[in-house]
């Protein structure tokens, strides 16, 4: 199954217009990822403090196709793929009820922190990619067995 991860929206999360700014759908996004490390079993303390390795974010877009509310209730599905020896792409659909409110992708580049060179994916890293991309995968299989 598909690593999921809710959400609900705060007040704090919206702009001026009352829709949620742009930027935090990033960060919603982000809180998935680090949720999904964790129940992995990744200690995050250690990920995020002080490592010998890091993953910083290359990339990263959203598209809306419907606006967020404070209040609604969201679930993050991600998408994860590695796309080289050093690199991973993570995306994420975020889904109110049964509808994708949007899509974000966040592109990784794995990096020596002491060297600031590029180096490759450790196993854990590895494992990780594996194991949610197989459950994503099953998800879209399901999908498209539902429309036919």
């Not at 929206?9 to 949620?20: E, Y």
């Not at 129940?39 to 196709?65: C, Q, Y």
Request: a neutral charge; charged letters at 25%; aromatic letters at 10%.
């Amino acid at each position: 199954m598909a690593f999921t991860y809710k959400h609900t929206v705060r007040f704090r999360d919206t702009d001026a217009a009352g829709v949620v700014y742009f930027a935090n759908v990033l960060a919603i996004c982000h809180e998935a990822y680090e949720e999904s490390l964790a129940t992995f079993g990744i200690n995050l303390k250690e990920f995020f403090t002080n490592p010998s390795i890091a993953f910083p974010i290359v990339h990263a877009n959203v598209d809306f196709f419907r606006p967020l509310y404070s209040g609604d209730n969201l679930v993050i599905r991600l998408i994860p793929q590695q796309l080289s020896g050093d690199r991973f792409e993570v995306g994420y659909e975020v889904i109110v009820g049964e509808i994708v409110a949007a899509k974000a992708i966040t592109r990784h580049v794995c990096i020596d922190t002491s060297s600031r060179t590029k180096t490759e994916l450790p196993e854990h890293m590895k494992q990780w990619l594996e194991t949610n991309r197989k459950g994503a995968e099953s998800v879209e299989r399901r999908k498209s067995r539902e429309t036919i």
